[in-house]
């Protein structure tokens, strides 16, 4: 159970342009979900919470003009990179439960901003 | 969250048991001991979980001393899929709304 579903599972573009990424809990539904990044040979970095219906917590440093977030559902969580630069080139992934067991993460995303 | 601290990286041969060790000094009382492992390009996959003495599933072993301080996670008989990095944490255990803070990871290589 607890499973994360992530899309895309990565993505290219230009730089300027914005990029979405939903996060999905399939079979539990998730008040809280949690965003992650993380950078070649580095470990994740949490970059902010979302909380279903409210606006999202962000982590120190995380510009959230940047980093929009939105958690309509119990089960949907997106986060648009906008106005994307080559250093927002990352692996972003998300993760969720329910309370009943550990945190599950999804497959992560590849951006890569040109 | 509590703070831990484990090696960054460790080598071993296919067929050997790996002990990673992590230590947590600052350990609270209603936290548990969570391990993840993570391979290349991917999100990280849960271990294992436990709060004291000894857990075991059907991929690992986790030991944990009376004064939870340190934990230790056992994997028997590691083959090359198993070269990963991998994660100690702690934390309130399955609470939602709680996030993981993530240290850097032991990286582990398996060699033939």
């Known amino acids: 159970g607890a499973v994360v579903s992530q899309h895309p599972s990565w993505v290219i573009c230009k730089s300027g342009t914005s990029v979405k990424i939903e996060c999905r809990s399939l079979?539990?539904?998730?008040?809280?979900m949690f965003w992650y990044r993380q950078f070649p040979k580095q470990s994740l970095m949490l970059m902010a919470t979302?909380?279903?219906?409210?606006?999202?917590?962000?982590e120190q440093g995380v510009e959230k003009d940047k980093f929009l977030i939105n958690h309509a559902s119990l089960t949907l969580s997106t986060l648009t990179v906008t106005s994307a630069h080559p250093e927002d080139s990352s692996f972003y992934i998300c993760?969720?439960?329910?309370?009943?067991?550990?945190?599950?993460f999804g497959n992560g995303t590849r951006l890569t901003v040109t | 969250l509590a703070k831990t601290t484990q090696p960054i990286s460790m080598d071993s041969y296919e067929g050997q048991e790996v002990n990673i060790t992590c230590s947590h000094n600052?350990?609270?009382?209603?936290?548990?001991i969570t391990w993840y492992q993570q391979f290349p390009s991917q999100g990280p996959r849960f271990i294992i979980q436990?709060?004291?003495t000894k857990v075991t599933n059907e991929v690992a072993s986790l030991f944990i001393p009376a004064d939870r301080k340190s934990s230790t996670l056992s994997l028997p008989r590691v083959s090359l899929s198993d070269t990963a990095v991998y994660y100690c944490?702690?934390?309130?255990?399955?609470?939602?709304?709680?996030?993981?803070?993530f240290g850097k990871g032991t990286t582990l290589s398996v060699s033939s």
């Open positions: 993760s969720g439960n329910d309370g009943n067991s550990p945190l599950h």
């Open positions: 079979d539990f539904q998730a008040t809280t």
């Open positions: 979302s909380n279903e219906g409210s606006k999202a917590t962000y």
């Open positions: 600052n350990i609270a009382t209603n936290d548990y």
């Open positions: 436990g709060y004291k």
């Open positions: 944490l702690v934390a309130p255990s399955n609470q939602a709304g709680t996030a993981l803070i």
